[in-house]
């Protein structure tokens, strides 16, 4: 940063999206200020299943932005060692043999590391499996990060390097003659000189006080959550309609989806059944028992790609909002540090602006 004064940023939010963007502020020189109603690891992202994937149908240029987050990954683990973070491959068959074809040769032609596998092959991967599918696709280079202790690892960091944490909720943003120049706290005023929305589904409410409207739809996604037990999976696994992965602290955690099902009208016996299925599916799993289940709401922009950028005619307000925030942060937040900073908008970033939707 060339001036001589820092920037002060108040950061909305505290999941894995805010953290990554107050840190890489205060990695960069700005003083930052965080706020969040829920205290470190926001809402969703300990609600989230934590894949980190350049993976499925999403077209090109979305796919280089979730290559490059990939490798933000790495650079972030570089600097701040202790980062829950595990490179431990993900196995694929959630999808119809010749669909799940088409999708490995298109990526691959993209540079994505697939490799085609046999039922021998997935059973050298994940050799707990009772039923190793006859085809199916893997990626060494996926991988998880621990949502919840990543999104408190950059906070506290943020924290030494200067910056500070406030418990509160937002009650509106302070803005005049077309810019936002603060927050509302509960009566309590926070000044800024930019204000970054990184507060996942409570971000429409924020936004909508300086009339700004975000388009967010928040669908549920139920995940079951085992208690602690021995290791039996490797890496991830998306069988069909059975997506799971063992935590670091032992916990199998299966959806129907790697996003959460569907709670249904009866979340309890929705997530007994699929608590059955992943039991069912993994070979030693006998004494596995259910611990919970959670429901996490996602904030998924209805055109379902991110929004990662300034508000048009209200100057001072950065937007950023998006599923898939845990394979994003590490990206989102070395680019919205680069474009609040410096006024520089990475290439990446290009379609992803808050202007799409006013056309």
């Keep these: 940063m060339e001036n001589s004064v820092a920037k002060q940023v108040v950061v909305i939010g505290a999941g894995i999206i805010g953290a990554s963007i107050a840190w890489h502020l205060t990695k960069a020189g700005a003083r930052v200020t965080i706020v969040s109603e829920s205290g470190a690891g926001g809402v969703a992202t300990p609600n989230s299943f934590a894949w980190i994937n350049a993976s499925w149908g999403n077209p090109e240029i979305y796919f280089r932005l979730r ?20 490179w431990c491959g993900g196995l694929c068959w959630d999808l ?32 707990n499996l009772v039923e190793p599918p006859e085809f199916a696709v893997y990626v060494a280079e996926e991988g998880v990060a621990e949502p919840v202790a990543a999104a408190k690892a950059l906070l506290a960091d943020a924290e ?8 509160g909720a937002v009650t509106a943003l302070m803005h005049s003659n077309g810019k936002v120049f603060g927050v509302e706290i509960s009566g309590q005023r926070i000044a800024a ?11 429409p409410a924020i936004a909508a006080t300086a009339g700004i409207k975000l388009p967010i739809e928040t669908p549920p996604g139920l995940i079951v959550h085992s208690r602690p037990y021995k290791k039996l999976l490797n890496g991830l696994v998306h069988a069909e309609k059975l997506h799971m992965r063992q935590t670091a602290e032992g916990r199998i955690i299966a959806g129907s989806d790697f996003a959460g099902g569907d709670p249904g009208d009866n979340p309890d016996a929705t997530a007994r059944d699929l608590f059955a299925a992943a039991k069912a599916a993994l070979r030693g799993a006998d004494g596995l028992e259910l611990d919970f289940h959670t429901v996490g709401y996602r904030p998924t922009p209805t ?16 937007v950023a909002v998006m599923h898939s925030g845990i394979t994003l942060a590490p990206a989102v937040g070395l680019f919205a540090t680069r474009e609040i900073l410096d006024g520089e908008r990475d290439p990446l970033l290009l379609p992803y602006g808050l202007e799409r939707f006013a056309r």
Excluded: C
């Design 67 to 86: 290559s490059r987050a990939m490798a933000e990954w790495k650079r972030l683990a570089n600097d701040l060692p202790g980062l829950p973070l595990a």
């Design 96 to 127: 119809p043999a010749d669909r799940l074809e088409a999708y490995a040769a298109e990526h691959s032609s993209w540079g994505y590391g697939i490799e085609r596998v046999d039922a021998k092959r997935a059973a050298q991967i994940e050799p």
């Design 160 to 167: 030494r390097h200067g910056a500070k944490i406030t418990t």
């Design 193 to 203: 000189d930019e204000v970054v929305i990184a507060a996942g589904t409570g971000a």
């Design 303 to 318: 055109d379902g790609f991110p929004i990662v950028s300034r508000a048009e005619g209200m100057d001072g307000l950065y």
